[in-house]
């Protein structure tokens, strides 16, 4: 497998600042980056989908401004939470993917997010 | 929405096959069924994954049915480090390549 990589692991920050979470690809290069979402015993939620270079997709319901997501490179995608407030409290994680690896995804080990 | 449906939760007798059921009967016919899973707190492990054949690898087997609107994942020799959530997973085409999460099966693998 490919090997996906999450900074920082976990993160506390007070109610309206903003955070950022960075998913790198450590051996590959994912033209594809996935977002996902999931609160405590739920499953995954899709956030949003960004190829390197162009702007994210954003899943309905997900406030593009909120979660900013920026894919600059084939081996890093970052996603900024701004103005965050409690319930942006969260594990979140991120997957890689490209067209040489069949477009199968390799996740990040996640980012737990605590606001404060 | 999700494509697939499965048991919220099973048990297994260590040593013992786990044999996890997954319903997908609105699959279309170039999307593959994946099966990952999930320790706690930590992000979805690969586990395996078919078109319409059925599957081994070193973890374990995919029996898809001939219709492909169900298939299993067998755990051959379950262990206690075998407890976790899998995903039984479709993967769509819209635009991309995207996984839909269903809920899962909490499979706990008894001592």
Request: overall charge neutral; glycine content about 6%.
């Amino acid at each position: 497998g490919a090997v996906v990589s999450q900074h920082p692991s976990w993160v506390i920050c007070k109610s309206g600042t903003s955070v950022k979470i960075e998913c790198r690809s450590l051996d590959f290069q994912a033209t594809t980056m996935f977002w996902y979402r999931q609160f405590p015993k739920q499953s995954l939620m899709l956030m949003a989908t960004s190829n390197e270079g162009s702007k994210a997709t954003y899943e309905q319901g997900v406030e593009k401004d909120k979660f900013l997501i920026n894919h600059a490179s084939l081996t890093l995608s970052t996603l900024t939470v701004t103005s965050a407030h409690p319930e942006d409290s969260s594990f979140y994680i991120c997957s890689a993917s490209n067209l040489d690896r069949g477009y199968e995804q390799y996740f990040g080990p996640g980012t737990r997010l605590t606001v404060t | 929405d999700a494509k697939t449906t499965q048991p919220p939760s099973m048990d297994c007798a260590e040593g013992r096959a786990a044999n996890l059921p997954c319903n997908h009967s609105t699959i279309s016919g170039n999307e593959y069924v994946y099966w990952y899973r999930q320790i706690h707190s930590q992000g979805p492990q690969y586990i395996i994954h078919g078109l319409k054949n059925n599957e081994t690898n070193e973890m374990a087997s995919l029996i898809i049915t001939e219709d492909r609107k169900s298939s299993t994942l067998i755990l051959p020799h379950a262990t206690l480090r075998d407890t976790a959530v899998y995903y039984c997973i479709v993967r769509v085409v819209l635009g991309t390549y995207k996984y839909i999460f269903g809920t899962g099966t909490r499979l706990k693998v008894l001592a």
